[in-house]
């Protein structure tokens, strides 16, 4: 699904190049569940944004199976990122002026997908997700593990094939944290692809594989 | 009091440590304050210091009227004036004034000075003396007794050197000799203009003495303790008496009087209203930087929840950030008093020259209280808001988060929200209210005056009766006059008049007609038509086109029969279709006249007065009016004949002056000036308010977009691109631009009316003007949303989302 060839970011820095990414090969498998470990600061949310293509500075190859992303103008990567791409992150950026099924509604809102479609999907999500008493609720008024719920749901709602979840427990208490574990188990299960970022060994284990990643490098087990 | 210089201190160093706030905050308040300052300054001396008298609440201006024939406010004949001031009690003193000229001769170049001949008694009842030598002698006012003159201050300087002792000395005017008995002061101006030289008594001459000839001004000072009623209730009773005791002249006849201040007022109701504008536009930049402390008060949530959690009390929280507020004023004002400077100018050099007392136009004691009263006014309007809701932060939120969540603002953001809101309905009313007076204004410049204006030279000429007391006189002086100019290169034909249209000075007067074979009116009863006399040649020069008949010849003159031409309304109105070709009219000047043609309308009174029945005579037939207006088309610019019609009526009479030199171009642009002033005023206001309002909904949906930068890097991730995200942030500045243009539009169509007054042809509603104020109102939204919303689009999502 993802192959990455000598992938390689810096920021200039003015004293120099200052390295976050050095020397990326890596290869994702449709259906993998992979997760990056390594300690702040190693680069492991850079990654994540490339591949998740919320950043295009960066040098290198990056293949989404046939797409070659780093030949790619905006327009086309916006739309790679809409047709595969689920984010979740650890403070879950749900938007808190917008109840929980508008803040589902928002990826469906850049996807042209029909008002009356939309309310469909959305039921159904909230149905699936188990929260649909909660749907008129603002995040605020939400617990943190069901905040992270509705941003998995919400990160669901356009039928990503590649979630990226960075430290999508980093905020929560272990019981909560495993909610959330168990299902995104369950959506790998299903076929989804799942890129996670974790601290945690017992999170880490969920993984198929773990890559660490230190100082930018990827270190070999 | 230490804590609140200390809190003074404290804010003086906000204000210095954020200049760039520091200063759009000032320069948009310096610029309202300033622009009220100016236009107050007009006020204050057009409106306030403008009646300069004693108890000016007690000066009244009183009227003749006649309900019947639709006569409002008729001047005073002489005669019903005496019976007035003889009958009642109600009044301290009346006094009965009317505008004249005389040629001043014998001092340098003849000149032609505004004058007002007056009873005596109008000094004392305004209170005022003279400042060197006195005012009028009772003797001095009657018929046969000596000739008394009072300088004006300007004259005495100008033509007598300021020298004390021309008190005594003999002068001539219209070449009859009239002794100096006093100069007044310097601020001493009657009725409102500096450009009247001198006083002389009424000294009613038989002839005016007819009660039929209404033409003098009266003024009257209440006694004290008589209301406005009671004296009115009296002066009706003495009417009733009059007109049964004269029924001829007085049937009918009452009395209408006012306040001189509400007088006043009423005929310069334009400046409050441009006084109201210029207040909408300082509350539109009040709301600016209402806005720019509430989002400087929402960066310091934290700074405020800490000193709360302190123990700092609300009101002193209030207090600290109002005195920010008042220390903004207070330098806002210093700067609006600079800007007032320019201002003022400004005013002047639009200024056409109508407005009365233009030259007391400054700041005063009167401008500067009034200005240190709006820098006050502003603050608490700008301050208070902002104050109140900075002073009660969410505790617990604000030290919990780290700042920059979304919730944390967003009361505040409905605050500045309401603000924008606020500015932008303003600014539609200012908007509607000059775009109506602009297409007001079109509308009358594209008004067809019924003459051709272009290239006519025009000269006011009033002969002293002492050098032409014989009509034949007058005849050979205006045959020569016209003789000479007719010749002089340039000059393609030449006429006379005894008024062109749209001149205020001239004799101009209407009269009562019978027709043949119609029944006659009763006496009072007749229509009335203004009567014109004019050369042969007028009615051509002026480009009036004859519609039927044959226009004035050389044969129609003394001895021939009497020829009138009438023009189209009269003809109308009053032949009710028949041909009045043939017809003869009977006035009292001249008898029975056969009418021999129809011109067309013009707009005699202005380009916004509807025509009115004229007739016109030929001069040759009655030469009775020693004033005429002599008009010369030319080829090209017509100013350039100035000089030579001047040397032309000098090879003719040394002593004769021209009272007034002119083009019928620069009388036409006269006439609409006042207009032409209130509309640029009230046009540059609006751009004014447009220009804050628009930045009001910048720095609004800006604000708006740096603290949606998270939310803004979610929709990002979440799919949204740069279209989807200009298109938001943009929709948002629309939006409050749809509610603030709706709020305005329906403000607009309750306060338009008050401007009814000067509007010209165009509907107070006029949906031409509300729609396309509010599409200009709309696009200017739009683009002062677009620029934030394409910095938006800048945001980048990583770092958006990254948390610390
Ligand atoms: N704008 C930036 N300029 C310079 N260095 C940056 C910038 N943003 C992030 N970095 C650096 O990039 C490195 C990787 O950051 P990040 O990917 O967030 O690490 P991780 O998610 O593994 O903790 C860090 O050392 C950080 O300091
Ligand atoms: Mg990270």
């Known amino acids: 699904m993802i192959t990455l060839r000598n992938l390689e970011k810096f920021y200039d820095t003015g004293a120099g190049k200052t390295f976050v990414l050095r020397n990326i090969n890596s290869e994702v498998k449709d259906g993998e569940f992979l997760t990056i470990m390594g300690p702040s600061g190693a680069g492991k949310s850079t990654l994540l944004s490339i591949i998740g293509m919320l950043d295009a500075a960066w040098q290198g190859e990056y293949y989404l199976y046939d797409s070659p992303v780093h030949e790619l103008k905006s327009k086309k990567r916006n739309a790679l990122n809409k047709q595969y791409i689920g984010f979740v992150f650890q403070q879950y950026h749900l938007l808190d002026d917008l109840t929980v099924a508008e803040n589902l509604e928002i990826p469906l809102s850049y996807r042209n997908v029909k008002r009356s479609e939309r309310q469909a999907i959305v039921a159904d999500m909230l149905d699936r997700f188990n929260i649909v008493a909660k749907k008129d609720l603002y995040p605020s008024q939400l617990s943190g593990g069901q905040q992270q719920l509705v941003a998995v749901a919400r990160a669901l709602v356009a039928e990503p094939k590649l979630i990226l979840a960075d430290e999508p427990t980093g905020s929560l208490h272990t019981s909560q944290g495993k909610i959330i574990m168990d299902l995104l188990k369950e959506l790998n299960e299903q076929g989804t692809t799942i890129i996670q970022v974790t601290h945690n060994e017992a999170w880490a284990e969920y993984g198929d594989r773990i890559i660490n990643l230190r100082d930018g490098w990827i270190m070999k087990n | 009091m230490d804590t609140l210089s200390q809190e003074f201190r404290y804010a003086l160093r906000k204000l210095v440590r954020n200049p760039g706030f520091t200063a759009v905050a000032v320069i948009a308040l310096a610029l309202g304050i300033g622009a009220n300052t100016s236009i107050f300054s007009v006020v204050n001396a057009v409106l306030i210091r403008s009646l300069p008298f004693d108890d000016a609440d007690r000066l009244v201006v009183l009227w003749e009227n006649n309900q019947e024939q639709g006569r409002e406010r008729d001047p005073v004949s002489p005669q019903n004036y005496l019976d007035w001031r003889d009958q009642s009690d109600a009044f301290e003193a009346l006094a009965a004034w009317a ?226 507020s008042f220390l903004l004023a207070g330098l806002s004002g210093v700067a609006a008093l600079v800007i007032a400077v320019w201002g003022i100018d400004l005013i002047l050099a639009l200024e056409p020259g109508n407005l009365p007392h233009w030259n007391k136009v400054g700041i005063d004691t009167h401008v500067l209280t009034f200005t240190a009263a709006l820098a006050l006014l502003t603050a608490l309007i700008a301050g208070i808001v902002p104050a109140v809701h900075a002073s009660r932060p969410n505790l617990n939120e604000s030290l919990k988060e780290g700042g920059g969540r979304l919730t944390a603002g967003s009361r505040a953001k409905g605050a500045r929200g309401a603000m924008v809101v606020t500015q932008i309905a303003l600014a539609v009313v200012l908007l509607i209210g000059a775009g109506l007076l602009i297409r007001s204004f079109a509308r009358l410049l594209d008004v067809d005056p019924g003459f051709n204006p272009t290239n006519v030279a025009v000269a006011n000429i009033f002969l002293a009766e002492s050098r032409y007391p014989e009509d034949h006189l007058t005849v050979a002086f205006f045959d020569e006059v016209l003789d000479r ?320």
Not at chain 2, 146 to 163: D, I, K, M, Q, T
Not at chain 2, 512 to 521: A, L, N, T
């Open chain 2, 485 to 804: 100019v007719e010749s002089l290169p340039g000059v393609i034909a030449v006429g006379a008049t005894t008024t062109v249209p749209i001149d205020p000075v001239g004799i101009d007067f209407d009269l009562p007609f019978d027709i043949e074979g119609q029944s006659p009116h009763e006496p009072g009863q007749e229509p009335q038509a203004d009567y014109r006399v004019v050369t042969t040649e007028y009615l051509s020069v002026m480009g009036i086109p004859l519609l039927r008949g044959r226009a004035f010849q050389e044969g129609d003159r003394e001895g021939a029969p009497n020829v009138m031409i009438i023009n189209q309304t009269m003809a109308r109105r009053f032949f009710g279709g028949v041909e009045p070709v043939g017809k003869r009219i009977r006035i009292p000047i001249g008898g029975w006249f056969e009418v021999i043609g129809v011109v067309g309308d013009i707009h005699h009174r202005g380009l916004d007065a509807e025509p009115r029945p004229e007739l016109y005579v030929a001069f040759h037939q009655q030469p009775h009016f020693r004033g005429m207006v002599v008009a010369a088309r030319t080829t090209s610019d017509p100013s350039a004949l100035a000089r030579a019609i001047t040397r032309e009526v000098f090879a003719i009479d040394p002593d004769q002056a021209i009272a007034q030199l002119t083009t019928m171009s620069e009388l036409l642009s006269g006439s609409v000036s006042t207009r032409r002033f209130n509309t640029t005023l009230l046009g540059g206001f609006a751009v004014l308010a447009l220009a804050l309002a628009v930045l009001g909904i910048y720095s609004v949906v800006s604000y708006g977009v740096s603290q949606r930068a998270q939310e803004i890097g979610v929709r990002m991730a979440m799919g949204a691109r740069g279209d989807d995200v200009i298109k938001m942030i943009v929709a948002e500045g629309l939006k409050l631009a749809v509610v603030g243009v709706t709020i305005g539009v329906i403000g607009a169509i309750a306060l338009t009316r008050l401007i009814t007054s000067l509007l010209y042809d165009v509907s107070p509603v006029d949906p031409v003007t509300f729609l396309g104020v509010s599409l200009v109102l709309a696009l200017a939204a739009l683009v002062a949303s677009y620029i934030p919303a394409l910095k938006a689009t800048r945001v980048d999502p990583v770092l958006a989302l990254k948390h610390e």
């Open chain 2, 99 to 324: 505008y004249w000229s005389f040629t001043l001769a014998g001092v340098d170049q003849p000149e032609r000075v505004s004058t007002i001949r007056t009873s005596p008694s109008l000094f004392a009842l305004l209170g005022a003396e003279a400042a060197l030598g006195r005012t009028f002698t009772a003797e001095e006012n009657e018929l046969g007794g000596p000739n008394a003159v009072v300088l004006s201050h300007g004259l005495w300087e100008r033509r007598f050197g300021s020298e004390p002792g021309v008190i005594g000395s003999t002068i001539s005017l219209d070449l009859e000799p009239y002794t100096i008995v006093g100069v007044m002061p310097a601020a001493f101006r009657f009725p409102d203009s500096d450009k009247i030289g001198m006083w002389t008594p009424a000294k009613f001459s038989q002839d005016e003495l007819s009660r039929a000839r209404r033409f003098f001004n009266v003024i009257g000072r209440l006694a004290p303790g008589v209301s406005l009623e009671q004296a009115q209730a009296e002066m009706d009773v003495i009417a009733a008496r009059l007109g049964k005791e004269y029924p001829d002249t007085n049937l009918g006849w009452g009395v209408a009087m006012t306040r001189a201040p509400d007088l006043l007022l009423a005929s310069n109701q334009y400046l409050l209203i441009l006084l109201a504008a210029v207040g909408l536009v300082l509350l539109i930049a009040c709301a600016n930087v209402a806005n720019l402390l509430l989002a400087r008060a929402a960066d310091r949530h934290r700074e405020i929840a800490v000193r709360r959690a302190l123990g700092a009390q609300r009101f002193g929280l209030i207090r600290q950030l109002l005195i920010e």
